[in-house]
């Protein structure tokens, strides 16, 4: 049994939601999975290191790599822009070697009409007010930025119909375990294995 080129998995889902979170436990457990680093506008966080969480871009230097068509997406998400380098991802795939995208909704549709065969999760909340709750924990963003993720959350959430996958982040642990049936289910689909007779 040899593996093919490898899949693309796209993990969306509302800021705060835990999708971080559920991929940081994860990804230790599977093999041949990487995580594609995003390149943002953002500034970083405190405990953030530039080519580790993004590539932490300003907004000249992120035009420029849209203009040279070096994004496989990009998007903007409360005032700043996001984007999915190609490069490091179609050599990962061209290996047989997994990827996953941790990103926002806009971004994961234009991958959706991109790559097809790409398998799309969504990650969402028990409720809206667990969502409010966990975006006002952390806190990494201001009042106002947290009015805007909401309101983009509820949007977001309209969405779900069009992933192949939903993940409800009640109990991390269940969840965690969910989200790791997903990845190894995918794995086992026939269009990402040749079976050899000898
Ligand atoms: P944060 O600012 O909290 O790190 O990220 C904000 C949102 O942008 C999150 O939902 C995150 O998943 C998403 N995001 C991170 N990287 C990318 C990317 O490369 N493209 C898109 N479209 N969204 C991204």
Redesign the pocket.
């Known amino acids: 049994m040899k593996e093919q080129k490898g899949t693309l998995f796209v993990l ?1 889902g509302p ?1 705060g939601v835990g ?1 971080g979170t559920l991929l940081s436990r994860v990804l230790p457990t599977l093999d041949s999975l990487f995580l594609s680093i ?3 506008t ?1 500034s970083p966080r405190p405990d953030e290191q530039d080519g580790v969480h993004y590539y932490f871009l300003n907004r000249g230097q992120f035009e420029e790599k849209v203009r040279n068509g070096e994004f496989l ?3 903007q ?2 005032g700043n822009y ?3 380098p190609s490069g490091p991802i179609d050599m990962h795939l061209a290996r047989g070697e997994d990827v996953v ?4 909704v ?2 994961a549709m234009q991958i959706r009409e991109k790559r097809p065969d790409a398998a799309m999760i969504f990650v969402a909340p028990p409720d809206f007010p667990t969502l409010e709750a966990r975006l006002r924990g952390r806190q990494t963003e201001d009042e106002a930025a947290i009015a805007l993720r909401l309101q983009t959350a509820r949007e977001e959430l309209k969405q779900i119909p069009k992933f192949d996958y939903l993940v409800i982040n009640d109990d991390l642990t269940r969840a965690e375990e969910e989200l790791k049936a997903v990845f190894l289910a995918e794995r086992s689909r026939t269009n990402h294995r040749t079976f050899h007779m000898s």
């Open positions: 969306t800021s999708k995003s390149a943002t953002r997406e990009h998007a998400f409360s996001y984007g999915t995208l941790e990103i926002e806009q971004g």
